[in-house]
């Protein structure tokens, strides 16, 4: 089982930058592929970024690509989201997630989650 807990959201204005955090505990971390998802208000949930086991691959959703960034390091359980000239449609509660499956853009293939980190951005 892993437990998740992000970190790093706030209040960024528009343009800027912001890198979440995503605390994992347990010692099978580094066997699931992670994601990132973001929910903003009286929307569904919906895919942002994907990291493999080992961070070989990496997955976008075409809104985020070239501007946000994908990481993890397996030694200190922890995935990283490197958010750059955001915008103010970036708004949302941005939540990580393990899964151990190759579907990595169906939030319904994920079986840990975190409770979310909120992401405000001003124009």
């Known amino acids: 089982q892993v437990q998740l807990v992000e970190s790093g959201g706030g209040l960024v204005q528009a343009g800027g930058s912001l890198r979440l955090s995503c605390a994992a505990s347990?010692?099978?971390?580094?066997?699931?592929?992670m994601g990132w998802f973001r929910q903003a208000p009286g929307k569904a949930r919906e895919f942002v970024a994907a990291?493999?086991?080992?961070?070989?691959?990496?997955n976008y959703a075409d809104s985020v690509k070239g501007q946000f960034t994908v990481s993890r390091y397996n030694a200190k359980n922890t995935l990283y989201l490197q958010m750059n000239k955001v915008k103010p449609e970036d708004t949302a509660v941005y939540y990580c997630?393990?899964?151990?499956?190759?579907?990595?853009?169906?939030?319904?293939?994920?079986?840990?989650w975190g409770r979310g980190t909120q992401v405000t951005v001003s124009s």
């Open positions: 997630a393990a899964t151990d499956t190759a579907q990595v853009m169906d939030v319904m293939m994920y079986d840990y």
């Open positions: 347990g010692r099978t971390f580094g066997s699931y592929t």
């Open positions: 990291i493999s086991w080992n961070g070989d691959s990496t």
